[in-house]
């Protein structure tokens, strides 16, 4: 009985740890890691959203649980473009837009979560069958995206004056910024 009532949350823990590797490695690369922290909090209102959508059409817990993954993955979209655009003004370094994105998105999160009188919360104990295969498949998109192209990405990251890496260049940022953004959203159930 302790096995089946561990196996979910072990097998999700596994598969996050390891994609959160293999992830974390080309967000540290790509010099990402504040990026990737400020979207973790800006998936909270694009998650609170999915929920509230989904209750209001009365769909069940796998379809509550579905729409939350494409509500925070949708819902970090227009966030990670306000991040590019503020990154893009002068005097307003790529850190302080994370910062602003970090504050704007937990915040905005927070008076959703209030406004609709949402709790979400994540518990790895309470991990599902189907965050197990939502995590799962992001992490086998992860692998074939780093066993395709992952040399072109490692090459974007470390010299990206390269002239073959810098024609490139927005598509390699985009791969990163996806593989980033759909790791954090499959994560929100244990955490």
């Known amino acids: 009985m ?3 009532l561990l196996l979910y949350p072990v097998l999700h823990v596994t598969i ?5 590797g293999l992830v974390g490695a080309f967000a540290y690369l790509d ?18 959203l999915g929920v509230v959508i989904a209750a209001a059409f009365g769909l069940g817990h796998s379809g509550m649980s579905a729409s ?9 979209i227009p966030l ?8 893009r003004i002068p005097g307003v370094s790529s850190q302080g837009a ?24 994540g518990s790895v104990m309470t991990v599902s069958p189907a965050d197990v295969a939502w995590a799962g498949g992001v992490l086998v998109v992860a692998l074939l995206v780093v066993t395709l192209g992952g040399r072109h990405l490692i090459a974007h990251c470390f010299d990206p004056a390269n002239p073959v890496a810098a024609s490139r260049a927005g598509r390699h940022e985009l791969v990163i ?5 759909a790791s954090v959203t499959v994560a929100i159930p244990a955490v």
């Open 31 to 48: 010099r990402r890691i504040f990026f990737a922290e400020s979207v973790t909090h800006g998936t909270f209102p694009g998650a609170v």
């Open 177 to 181: 910024l996806g593989l980033i953004l």
């Open 68 to 76: 939350l993954y494409v509500g925070a993955f949708l819902g970090t």
């Open 98 to 121: 994370a910062g602003i994105v970090l504050t704007a998105g937990f915040a905005s999160g927070y008076f959703l979560a209030t406004w609709f009188n949402s709790f979400l919360t």
């Open 80 to 87: 990670v473009a306000l991040m590019r655009w503020l990154a």
């Open 2 to 4: 302790i096995a089946n």
């Open 16 to 20: 996050i740890g390891a994609l959160g």
